[in-house]
């Protein structure tokens, strides 16, 4: 599902940036990738996280996609021309264009709650990624977004949302397993999960 224009300006405030580069910093002290990996960002807005991930973990290549062409377009004005193969476009979790175990590693900046068939994403990310592949994944719980004062400001799907224990079951469900886990239950969650097999 699209954001919407309040959520859009939200995403690209200099504080969400602020707080994305936070979040970059703690996955990486987490995990590390290989350099020359093969990273894809879901939900990647405007591009200011792909740009980010392309500092902190030096991939082989960044493949970055959002369900809105004009983020898709700001990304491709925002990312500066570098070596590291670039690769932006529209699509849609649910069905990623890529055969079995072709990533490394998948971030999800708070994606995943706008996804009205977010099992199935979960079970398209686990597909994408390599034995040992990362998710790294920061997301948030309905009492955040689907409160009195939210529902009217921001858009999110209304039906099978998921909240923690759900969330929990249905990374076990598509093959991950937790490496590092921070977690307010009633809030969301920030992990670095591993695909296991």
């Given at each position: 599902?699209?954001?919407?224009?309040?959520?859009?300006?939200?995403?690209?405030?200099?504080?969400?940036?602020?707080?994305?580069?936070?979040?970059?910093?703690?996955?990486?002290?987490?995990?590390?990738?290989?350099?020359?990996?093969?990273?894809?960002?879901?939900?990647?807005?405007?591009?200011?996280?792909?740009?980010?991930?392309?500092?902190?973990?030096?991939?082989?290549?960044?493949?970055?996609?959002?369900?809105?062409?004009?983020?898709?377009?700001?990304?491709?004005?925002?990312?500066?021309?570098?070596?590291?193969?670039?690769?932006?476009?529209?699509?849609?979790?649910?069905?990623?264009?890529?055969?079995?175990?072709?990533?490394?590693?998948?971030?999800?900046?708070g994606v995943l709650h706008h996804?009205?068939?977010?099992?199935?994403?979960?079970?398209?990310?686990?597909?994408?990624?390599?034995?040992?592949?990362?998710?790294?994944?920061?997301?948030?719980?309905?009492?955040?977004?689907?409160?009195?004062?939210?529902?009217?400001?921001?858009?999110?799907?209304?039906?099978?949302?998921?909240?923690?224990?759900?969330?929990?079951?249905?990374?076990?469900?598509?093959?991950?397993?937790?490496?590092?886990?921070?977690?307010?239950?009633?809030?969301?969650?920030?992990?670095?999960?591993?695909k296991e097999g």
């Amino acid at each position: 599902m699209k954001i919407n224009w309040a959520e859009r300006v939200m995403v690209n405030s200099p504080v969400r940036i602020a707080v994305q580069r936070l979040l970059i910093r703690w996955f990486k002290k987490k995990t590390r990738l290989q350099p020359g990996a093969r990273i894809l960002e879901v939900g990647c807005g405007r591009g200011a996280g792909a740009a980010m991930l392309l500092q902190a973990f030096a991939p082989g290549a960044l493949h970055a996609m959002d369900l809105d062409l004009a983020m898709i377009r700001q990304a491709r004005a925002y990312l500066p021309p570098r070596q590291t193969a670039i690769f932006l476009y529209v699509g849609d979790v649910p069905h990623l264009p890529y055969p079995d175990a072709a990533l490394d590693a998948v971030f999800g900046f708070g994606v995943l709650h706008h996804v009205p068939d977010w099992r199935r994403g979960l079970a398209e990310i686990a597909r994408v990624l390599k034995p040992g592949g990362r998710y790294f994944v920061e997301e948030f719980y309905p009492p955040l977004y689907q409160n009195f004062i939210a529902r009217r400001i921001f858009l999110h799907p209304e039906e099978d949302r998921f909240h923690s224990a759900d969330l929990h079951q249905a990374l076990k469900t598509a093959g991950f397993a937790w490496q590092a886990v921070l977690e307010c239950p009633m809030l969301g969650i920030l992990g670095v999960t591993v695909k296991e097999g």
